[in-house]
């Protein structure tokens, strides 16, 4: 499975971006794709989440409600469209692929098989 990350930049605080990211290979073996986000100096962090049959969304406490995240099965794609963004969501943000995980490990990096090379996403205040 490979995952091509795409859509940062840079961005005023209280500003959106959309990230794209599309999966190609062995799609068929994928049951969830995720986001996840690393900023300078900090270790990488959960940010969303969902299987692709759609059976729930998951987002951290910190962007609930500024991100949503949605998917185009027939592109291969999810897209984390971000809103109301803030210098602290700056961040190299990755997108991942499993194709065993369960709802309880979403949040575990370990738990992520496949990522993808990273986009950034720069708020400035």
């Known amino acids: 499975v490979q995952l091509q990350a795409s859509g940062g930049g840079l961005v005023q605080s209280g500003g959106s971006l959309r990230l794209s990211c599309v999966a190609s290979?062995?799609?068929?073996?994928?049951?969830?794709l995720g986001w996840y986000r690393q900023a300078p100096g900090k270790e990488r962090e959960f940010v969303a989440a969902s299987s692709r049959t759609g059976s729930g969304t998951y987002f951290s406490d910190s962007v609930k409600g500024r991100f949503t995240y949605s998917r185009d099965n027939g592109k291969n794609t999810v897209y984390l469209q971000m809103n109301l963004l803030k210098p602290e969501d700056t961040a190299v943000y990755y997108c991942a692929a499993s194709s065993s995980i369960i709802t309880s490990s979403l949040g575990m990096e370990s738990a992520w098989a496949y990522w993808g090379q990273g986009t950034q996403v720069t708020v400035s205040s």
């Open positions: 290979g062995s799609i068929d073996s994928i049951n969830a």
